[in-house]
């Protein structure tokens, strides 16, 4: 499997960590503000070690993925339908006085096949998730609201 990482720094200082902790968790139940890409969420079950959610694209797919709180700097999201992935983890760290935010993406069986067949999807992907990164760290800095 291949894994796809990418990890930037937070426009906000230690001393904003609870802050941003409470906006990770914002976008793991309400990803609309965070990622673009994402146009709806629903939460459809709740766990007592996370929650059930279905996510609706702008092209009209739903997307559903049993999310995983590990704890409230680390949340992995288990793709149920989507067969080209595997899980996509959220990250938040501090180092060397700067919070860090990292999101992990796996590819399922068939997407590392789908990667080593289609080198341009494969770079769409990792571009798609880069991307990503940078509107989910705007989302996290955001002044309380």
Same mark, same amino acid.
């Given at each position: 499997?291949?894994?796809?990482t990418?990890?930037?720094?937070v426009?906000?200082?230690?001393?904003q960590w609870e802050?941003?902790?409470?906006?990770?968790?914002?976008?793991?139940?309400a990803?609309?503000?965070?990622v673009?890409a994402i146009?709806?969420?629903?939460?459809l079950?709740e766990?007592d070690?996370?929650?059930l959610?279905?996510i609706?694209l702008? %092209?009209? !797919?739903r997307l559903?993925e *049993?999310?995983f /709180?590990?704890?409230?700097?680390?949340?992995?999201f288990d793709? $149920?339908?989507?067969p %080209?992935? !595997?899980?996509?983890e959220? *990250?938040?760290t /501090?180092s060397?006085?700067?919070i860090?935010?990292t999101?992990? $993406?796996?590819?399922?069986a068939k997407?590392t096949e789908?990667?080593?067949?289609d /080198?341009?999807?494969f770079?769409?992907t990792?571009?798609?998730?880069g991307?990503?990164?940078?509107?989910?760290?705007?989302g996290l800095?955001?002044?309380?609201d």
């Amino acid at each position: 499997m291949i894994t796809i990482t990418h990890t930037q720094t937070v426009g906000a200082s230690p001393d904003q960590w609870e802050h941003c902790l409470e906006r990770l968790e914002r976008k793991a139940r309400a990803p609309m503000g965070f990622v673009p890409a994402i146009v709806g969420c629903s939460v459809l079950a709740e766990y007592d070690d996370g929650f059930l959610r279905r996510i609706e694209l702008p %092209d009209g !797919t739903r997307l559903r993925e *049993r999310v995983f /709180v590990h704890s409230a700097d680390h949340f992995v999201f288990d793709q $149920v339908d989507d067969p %080209d992935l !595997t899980a996509i983890e959220n *990250r938040l760290t /501090v180092s060397e006085g700067e919070i860090r935010f990292t999101i992990r $993406v796996t590819l399922s069986a068939k997407g590392t096949e789908r990667a080593f067949g289609d /080198v341009e999807w494969f770079r769409g992907t990792h571009d798609y998730f880069g991307s990503t990164v940078e509107s989910i760290v705007a989302g996290l800095a955001a002044h309380r609201d």
